[in-house]
């Protein structure tokens, strides 16, 4: 699968922003998905993932009550919507997909990336 994530930019902070992750192919809906993102100098930080029907999501300790991960799968898509962003949140946001159910599996598939800047 290809994944490619959009609708970063330049927001304040208390803005939302929402991104989005296209995906090619047509087993979209076999894949769990996830966010990370990786702020400079610094090592990549899990944002959330949700199952392959969208029914269970998890997040990291520091976006929980801010961000929200979906999917449509009739789309191809997932989505990640950000909340009350914080100059902190400013990254490089990655999707990703695996086939493993297991939370210790690692991501098979990367999309390119897309970037977030929080001023303050």
């Known amino acids: 699968v290809q994944l490619q994530a959009s609708g970063g930019g330049l927001v304040q902070a208390g803005d939302s922003l929402r991104l989005s992750c296209a995906a090619s192919g047509r087993t979209f809906s076999t894949y769990v998905m996830g966010w990370f993102r990786q702020a400079p100098g610094k090592d990549r930080e899990f944002v959330g993932t949700i199952s392959k029907t969208g029914g269970t999501t998890y997040y990291g300790d520091s976006m929980k009550g801010r961000f929200t991960i979906s999917r449509d799968n009739a789309k191809n898509a997932v989505y990640l919507q950000m909340n009350s962003l914080k100059p902190e949140d400013t990254a490089v946001y990655y999707c990703?997909?695996?086939?493993?159910?297991?939370?210790?599996?690692?991501?098979?598939?990367w999309g390119q990336g897309t970037l977030v800047t929080v001023s303050s």
């Open positions: 990703a997909a695996k086939n493993s159910l297991l939370a210790t599996a690692p991501y098979d598939y």
